[in-house]
């Protein structure tokens, strides 16, 4: 998506712009988040954070506060701070630029179709995610396939991130473990500890997998989409460095949440505390 900005009318009022919505999605609007959400109804009888795993964009499942109901729900964040980056009343081209950066992600919402690339994009560039990661105090290295890698570590915990970058695509993903034979009533409470770090967890979606005997838990933050130009402008450059922060911050919470608890839940031993989950 190409940005465009007015000319720079300093110490003059920006002119009230109304807020793009959009269009058969409910958007909420709290402390710099920006929430689309619009109710789900599944083709099958998977479990929810099977179905989400390879949708492009900020946007998982989750379920509804009393249970039984899915939503698709897209988080974006735009920091409009006064005195920090600039304030959008007086700024014409920062308030211009907040508009568009807005109307793009009421677009991406519109546009949702369960896609799993988001078409004629190109992401960031390695060398600019690697140098946003490093101001947030990672150290990523690159791997053969020019992909990032790096770690979060917690007490008792390390999640081990990747950055895949390819056309149409960009994605963090974090493995939280992979279980052989797992009893279907620990499989149950797994899942809910799981849906229920999901659903609280701004960016980062849990999805599980299971294949056979196989079940496995990743945490992603998947940010293919997101509008970007070659071209950094002010506002362009601190909402990326920012959504890369985010990002980080949202993993870190996967793993404090779910890295250690979900080894106790899969314990043929932990069967009183499996118990104590709720239905």
Partial sequence: MTLATTSRRSHKLAPARE???????????????????????????????TLHAPWAGPVKLVESSHGGELFVRYDFHLDQSLGQ?????????????????????????????????????????????????????????????????LSIRRRGATGQVKLLRETGRLRLTMPLGRWSELPPENRHAMQKLASLANSRCRLARV??????????????????????????????????????????????????????????????KEQELVRLMPC
């Fill in 85 to 149: 980056e600039g304030d959008p009343t007086i700024d014409a081209d920062l308030a211009n630029e907040n508009e568009l950066l807005e109307t793009a992600f009421a677009q991406q919402a519109e546009a949702f179709a369960e896609a799993d690339h988001a078409a004629n994009w190109t992401p960031p560039p390695v060398e600019a995610l690697s140098a946003w990661l490093r101001l947030g105090g990672y150290e990523p290295t690159e791997d053969e396939d020019h992909n990032l890698r």
């Fill in 207 to 268: 999805v599980w997998e299971h294949r056979g005997n196989v079940d496995a838990c990743e945490a992603q933050v998947d940010l293919s989409g997101l509008p970007y130009m070659a071209r950094q402008t002010r506002r362009m450059e601190s909402f990326w460095r920012e959504m890369m922060s985010l990002s980080m911050t949202a993993l870190d919470f996967a793993v404090a949440m779910l890295a250690m608890e979900l080894g106790v839940l899969a314990d043929d």
């Fill in 19 to 49: 807020r793009r919505f959009a269009k058969h999605w409910s958007a909420e609007h709290s402390a710099g988040w920006i929430t689309y959400r619009r109710p789900f109804a599944p083709a099958n009888e998977q479990h929810p954070l």
